[in-house]
């Protein structure tokens, strides 16, 4: 499974909060409507299909039953609507648009296509092709997480946080840094050698009492880890290291354990402080830390890793309980 960079989520999002402002979906009316945007998405889809139940409405708007139930009534209300028992079965009813629907329809549609229209003489060929493909291929990706979402669930949710050394853990983490940083960062081949001289180094020393490695299981599988070295740093130091989520148990407070497991090991072992290193454009970490009580303490241009990029330096000063 690719490893999708936080800077790409995070301009995605962005991007679909963007659409929804611009499709005027925060409005109360929307597509040049009195009506709700579900009410103008109920319309349009009863005016697409024939003999659409009210559970087929629900499904296709996924809405709740009781949802859809009062939204119908105020559409047949409002004359928009009407609703025909069925002639092969008589315990269900049709959904069909009045005179007044259809005509509600047919100004929704055109509303919708000149707004795409005008936004499309905008860019060339080329960009229209984009854009088609685009929201194509997000609309299918979104559908098919969603379908997929409830057998997957009870298997993303299941996860344990164990500690310690276990056979290939080391090589894991290995994997998911240079996997992760080589997609949000370009991070290559020096920032892999780089980090395999740092795991060796510190796989000698993981057996100390001020060491602690923390890892992720799920389906098998090693899927995020955390690494207190309290070693290297000297003075009272703890040294956070290696850090991260397989994109599976994102949004499940995966990370969040971790790190608040990881700092109540360093004031258990009554360290002065916790510093780590990370650099500019991960800002999910970022914000996570900062949400932990972590604060930037510096900021500078760095090319260890093979390319200049803003190094960040965070600390999060403990307090130190006498014996």
Same mark, same amino acid.
């Not at 979906?25 to 005016?47: N, Q, R, W």
């Given at each position: 499974?690719?490893? %999708?960079?936080?800077?790409?989520?995070?301009? %995605?999002?962005?991007?679909?909060?963007?659409?929804?402002?611009?499709?005027?979906?925060?409005?109360?009316?929307?597509?040049?409507?009195?009506?709700?945007?579900?009410?103008?998405?109920?319309?349009?889809?009863?005016?697409?299909?024939?003999?659409?139940?009210? +559970?087929?409405?629900?499904? +296709?708007?996924?809405?709740?039953?009781?949802?859809?139930?009062?939204?119908?009534?105020?559409?047949?209300?409002?004359?928009?609507?009407?609703?025909?028992?069925?002639?092969?079965?008589?315990?269900?009813?049709?959904?069909?648009?009045?005179?007044?629907?259809?005509?509600?329809?047919?100004? %929704?549609?055109?509303?919708?296509?000149?707004?795409?229209?005008?936004?499309?003489?905008?860019?060339?060929?080329?960009?229209?092709?984009?854009?088609?493909?685009?929201?194509?291929?997000?609309?299918?990706?979104?559908?098919?997480?969603?379908?997929?979402?409830?057998?997957? +669930?009870?298997? &993303?949710?299941?996860?344990? %946080?164990?500690?310690?050394?276990?056979?290939?853990?080391?090589?894991?983490?290995?994997?998911?840094?240079?996997?992760?940083?080589?997609?949000?960062?370009?991070?290559?081949?020096?920032?892999?050698?780089?980090?395999?001289? !740092?795991?060796?180094?510190?796989?000698?020393?993981?057996?100390?009492?001020?060491?602690?490695?923390?890892?992720?299981?799920?389906?098998?599988?090693?899927?995020?880890?955390?690494?207190?070295?309290?070693? !290297?740093?000297?003075?009272?130091?703890?040294?956070?290291?290696?850090?991260?989520?397989?994109?599976?148990?994102?949004?499940?407070?995966?990370?969040?354990?971790?790190?608040?497991?990881?700092?109540t090991f360093c004031e258990q072992q009554q360290f002065r402080s916790i510093h780590?290193?990370? &650099?500019?454009?991960?800002?999910?970490?970022?914000?996570?830390?900062?949400?932990?009580?972590?604060?930037?303490?510096?900021?500078?241009?760095?090319?260890?890793?093979?390319?200049?990029?803003?190094?960040?330096?965070?600390?999060? !000063?403990?307090?130190?309980?006498?014996?």
């Amino acid at each position: 499974m690719a490893v %999708i960079s936080s800077d790409r989520i995070s301009k %995605i999002r962005t991007a679909s909060r963007d659409l929804v402002r611009e499709f005027g979906f925060l409005d109360k009316h929307v597509a040049g409507t009195h009506y709700s945007g579900s009410a103008v998405h109920a319309i349009l889809e009863i005016g697409m299909h024939d003999n659409l139940t009210s +559970k087929d409405l629900a499904a +296709k708007l996924r809405l709740e039953k009781s949802t859809i139930s009062r939204l119908l009534r105020r559409l047949v209300d409002q004359g928009e609507v009407q609703e025909r028992k069925s002639t092969e079965d008589g315990r269900f009813r049709h959904l069909m648009l009045t005179t007044r629907g259809q005509k509600t329809f047919a100004e %929704i549609t055109r509303y919708a296509e000149n707004q795409v229209e005008r936004a499309l003489r905008t860019l060339d060929t080329s960009k229209q092709q984009t854009v088609l493909a685009g929201l194509t291929h997000y609309a299918q990706a979104l559908s098919q997480t969603r379908v997929t979402s409830q057998s997957d +669930k009870t298997a &993303v949710e299941a996860y344990t %946080i164990c500690t310690g050394y276990r056979p290939g853990l080391l090589a894991r983490v290995a994997e998911m840094m240079v996997c992760h940083c080589h997609e949000a960062l370009g991070f290559g081949a020096e920032f892999e050698a780089r980090l395999l001289r !740092d795991l060796d180094e510190f796989a000698n020393r993981l057996s100390h009492d001020r060491n602690q490695i923390w890892y992720v299981m799920s389906a098998g599988q090693v899927c995020g880890t955390i690494t207190i070295d309290g070693e !290297d740093l000297g003075n009272n130091l703890a040294h956070l290291r290696w850090f991260v989520v397989d994109p599976r148990l994102r949004g499940l407070g995966v990370g969040r354990t971790l790190l608040e497991q990881a700092c109540t090991f360093c004031e258990q072992q009554q360290f002065r402080s916790i510093h780590l290193w990370t &650099v500019e454009g991960l800002s999910i970490a970022k914000n996570m830390y900062e949400n932990a009580g972590f604060s930037l303490a510096e900021q500078y241009e760095g090319d260890q890793w093979g390319s200049k990029i803003q190094e960040l330096k965070f600390v999060k !000063d403990l307090e130190i309980n006498p014996q």
